[in-house]
């Protein structure tokens, strides 16, 4: 951490413009695209691999999340990265788990949230210390973690913190499928349902201009179709990420999350409801 601490500030004296890339490591082309947006955007280009406790609840998967180092440090070879930061458990939190946390309110206990309770604090608080560290100017977010985006946004606007956010759209396989770092877990029983939640989005985009009853319709027939529950199919106002009105029209996202075998994958679109 001091030798990242000690570049940044030599770069930054010299006038350079920093971003930052924050990982989970498992890097795969949707976070490459994060790299390639880091490097149009500043001089000098962080990406940090850490896998943090703080945002996996009791149960969850942080001991089988993949830690891929070697192969992570080997694709980001050739991208102009200029420091990969992968801090050890205790580097960033020597005395155990922080007892000072970013709450994330109301937002963070809704979708990801509820099933998830807890995990956006934890994501928030090591995502305002991976600011810090870094003084980056600019930090690049995929558009896949739709809810994680708003409230970093959020935390960004309500706390005055120095930093624009980028934000990257999706990166998805030939059929659709949202790269994920979870997808490596899934069978191929399971890769072939994984298509319900991609095949949910384009059938809700579809039905959109017919309205929000339409949309959820055609939607939850597409994860029927696949035998797969969704665990939640919502329609969000992109201003306050929450649920629309039934007569909603305009911009919105539908949010959708399932759990794939042992697996549990996210996706989102941007819809145009009629
Ligand atoms: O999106 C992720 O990989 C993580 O939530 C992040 C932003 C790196 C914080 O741990």
């Given at each position: ?109 809704l979708y990801e949230?509820a099933s998830r ?29 739709a809810q ?28 659709g499928l949202a ?11 399971d890769?072939?349902a994984a298509l319900a939640l991609s095949e949910a989005l384009a059938a809700a985009?579809?039905a959109?201009?017919?309205?929000l009853a339409?949309v959820l319709a055609e939607a939850d027939a597409a994860f029927g179709a696949h035998e797969v529950q969704p665990d939640y199919l919502v329609v969000v ?6 649920p ?9 996202i539908v949010l959708v999350a399932a759990r794939v075998g042992?697996t549990r994958l996210i996706d989102n679109a941007?819809i145009?409801?009629?």
């Amino acid at each position: 951490m001091a030798e990242l601490r000690s570049l940044v500030a030599e770069r930054r004296a010299a006038g350079a413009t920093v971003a930052l890339v924050p990982t989970m490591g498992a890097l795969h082309d949707g976070h490459l695209a994060l790299v390639r947006r880091a490097r149009e955007l500043a001089d000098v280009v962080i990406v940090s691999i850490f896998v943090n406790p703080l945002q996996f609840g009791p149960g969850e998967d942080l001991d089988r999340y993949p830690r891929t180092l070697d192969a992570d440090l080997a694709a980001l070879d050739g991208l102009g990265v200029t420091a990969v930061f992968a801090p050890s458990v205790s580097e960033m939190y020597p005395d155990g788990p922080s007892s000072t946390r970013v709450v994330a309110g109301g937002v963070g206990s809704l979708y990801e949230g509820a099933s998830r309770p807890g995990h956006f604090d934890g994501m928030l608080t090591v995502v305002a210390k991976l600011f810090h560290i870094s003084r980056a100017d600019v930090a690049c977010f995929g558009q896949k973690d739709a809810q994680q985006v708003f409230l970093v946004e959020r935390m960004v606007r309500d706390l005055d913190v120095p930093i624009a956010i980028d934000v990257v759209p999706t990166v998805r396989e030939a059929d659709g499928l949202a790269l994920s770092s979870r997808n490596r877990f899934l069978s191929a029983d399971d890769r072939r349902a994984a298509l319900a939640l991609s095949e949910a989005l384009a059938a809700a985009a579809e039905a959109a201009p017919q309205g929000l009853a339409e949309v959820l319709a055609e939607a939850d027939a597409a994860f029927g179709a696949h035998e797969v529950q969704p665990d939640y199919l919502v329609v969000v106002d992109p201003a306050t990420f929450l649920p629309v009105e039934s007569d909603a029209s305009g911009d919105a996202i539908v949010l959708v999350a399932a759990r794939v075998g042992a697996t549990r994958l996210i996706d989102n679109a941007r819809i145009t409801l009629g």
